[in-house]
């Protein structure tokens, strides 16, 4: 996983609320249990005027001009502001690979749901909850400004304007630190190889017809 620490990037919306997880990837696209692929598809049906199915060309698929995420100012955007509920639905973990496939390292919202945000922690994706008077002034400030940038300060857990405001936020102190560090949950047990490759050592030594019958 990545490390995620200090980001600066152009800001994307996805104003409307209550964005399920089947809007993020749909469930046509889930056939993959690798992390990386899914960006094409990120919010497929929105993005594309037809039905979009695994294997496809998307590169000569019809774009919905009216979606912005196909509008050049939003290009190469890493962050993304959205509304209540982002992410609620189904807990497919395929929601946050698509968005970090896509580019995506930040989502900013007044709330997410549970299993959405938790996964987002594990794959490498800060989801940032802030209170909904102050997403609306990014909202205003992102329309307003075309090439709308924001600073995300992980350490210090700030959110840095254009305009030199800086807005604090919440985060665990755990989730903080595997970010930080770039650990998913594999690479938090790979932290501990040493110890585990002791206590294999000494369980084959004590127990060593375990692991004759297991083919070691």
């Known amino acids: 996983m990545k490390a995620f620490t200090v980001l600066d990037g152009i800001v994307a919306p996805m104003d409307r609320a209550n964005v399920d997880t089947d809007m993020i990837i749909p ?5 993959s ?12 049906e929105l993005r594309y005027l037809d039905e979009g199915q695994p294997g496809q060309d998307n590169s ?8 912005p995420l196909n509008f050049p100012r939003y290009s190469n955007a890493s962050i993304l502001i959205a509304r209540e509920n982002f992410g609620c639905g189904s807990s497919r973990e395929h929601a946050p ?4 496939d896509y580019g995506f390292r930040c989502v900013i919202a007044p709330s ?62 755990f989730r903080k630190h595997c970010l930080l560090n770039g650990l998913d949950d594999i690479g938090l047990t790979l932290e501990d190889a040493d110890d585990i490759r002791i206590f294999e050592s000494k369980w084959q030594q004590k127990s060593p017809w375990l692991f004759r019958e297991h083919g070691v």
């Not at 690979?97 to 970090?100: N, P, S, T």
């Not at 909850?129 to 990014?138: C, S, T």
């Not at 254009?162 to 985060?171: C, L, Q, R, W």
């Open 97 to 100: 690979w698509a968005l970090e």
């Open 33 to 44: 249990i690798k992390r990386s692929g899914f960006g094409p598809n990120l919010f497929d």
């Open 27 to 31: 469930k046509q696209f889930l056939k």
């Open 60 to 67: 000569v698929r019809p774009l919905n001009p009216d979606f």
């Open 112 to 173: 997410f749901a549970d299993i959405f945000f938790n996964n987002c922690f594990k794959n490498g994706v800060l989801p940032i909850v802030l209170a909904a008077d102050k997403v609306n002034e990014l909202f205003k400030a992102m329309y307003a400004d075309e090439g709308f940038t924001l600073k995300i300060d992980l350490a210090a857990q700030q959110i840095v304007t254009p305009a030199g405001e800086a807005i604090s936020f919440d985060v665990d102190s």
